[in-house]
């Protein structure tokens, strides 16, 4: 029953934290564009790479 008076709150102050920088992200605007960085790897920015002589 001790043990009750500890884990309780530390479950409570832990849930907080979380909820808290989630609506940290949310505000921050970390979730505004969700499929951008996924494609954006497949997309070339950078000149080629010169070709070797063979």
Do not use: C, H, K
Request: hydrophobic share 45%.
């Amino acid at each position: 029953m001790n043990s009750l008076l500890f884990l309780i709150p530390a479950a409570l102050l832990l849930g907080g934290l979380g909820l808290g920088a989630f609506l940290w992200a949310v505000r921050d605007g970390q979730f505004e564009d969700l499929d951008g960085s996924a494609t954006r790897i497949l997309y070339e920015d950078d000149q080629p790479l010169p070709r070797r002589p063979q």
